[in-house]
């Protein structure tokens, strides 16, 4: 009876260790040493780094499970139907929370998603540039509300920034982008 509830411990306090290091894996901050890589046509691509890409599948497979899992075992419990109906809307929320390449090129913006419709953004439709010191996000929103989001999984806001300022130069702030970028 002992070694039943200890075999349970040890496979939850595993799986949470495994989703533990794979959260981590895909939202740790870019390798500083990772830059954007130029395109052949000239083009600028920002995309995740590599363990992101294998940790993502990897937790939403678990994430999948636990919320299969929860259903199953609910019993007639209202607070576990009430806990799995709202893991499986997170576990859902989570999924369209990766993030998308963003690709600069000569017209625009665009961001490339996995589990949702790309966004372009236009240089001349640009409104908004906000570049949060604290949480390291780039957001970049156009005139018709779409927006673009550099987080601190992709690589080289550096880069970014340089490449907005090269492109939206008239429009923007002298000042911009109001800290100091490596080679500006």
């Known amino acids: 009876m002992i070694d039943k509830h200890l075999i349970w411990i040890a496979r939850d306090l595993l799986a949470g260790v495994l989703f533990a290091v794979t959260f ?3 939202w740790g901050r870019a390798d500083k040493q990772r830059k954007a890589v130029v395109l052949p046509d000239g083009s600028v691509a920002f995309t995740p780094n590599r363990r992101s890409f294998i940790a993502w599948p990897i937790l939403m497979v678990y994430l999948v499970y ?6 199953m075992h609910t019993g007639r419990s209202p607070l576990n139907v009430l806990m799995a109906v709202c ?3 997170g576990t859902v929320m989570f999924a ?3 993030p998308g390449s963003i690709i600069v090129k000569r017209d625009g913006l665009q961001q490339v998603s996995w589990l949702w419709k790309n ?3 236009r240089w001349e439709d640009i409104v908004e540039i906000n570049t949060g ?3 390291r996000m780039v957001t970049i929103t156009s005139c018709d509300g ?4 550099h987080t601190s999984v992709l690589p080289d806001r550096a880069r970014l920034l340089l490449e907005l300022r090269l492109y939206c130069g008239d429009n923007l702030p002298s000042d911009f982008p109001r800290e100091p970028i490596a080679g500006l």
Do not use: D, N, Q, Y
């Open 24 to 26: 981590v894996a895909i």
């Open 66 to 71: 636990v919320t299969v899992s929860l259903a």
């Open 87 to 89: 893991f499986g809307i």
């Open 96 to 98: 369209t929370l990766f």
């Open 119 to 121: 966004k372009r953004v």
């Open 133 to 135: 010191e604290k949480s």
């Open 146 to 149: 779409t927006k673009i989001v």
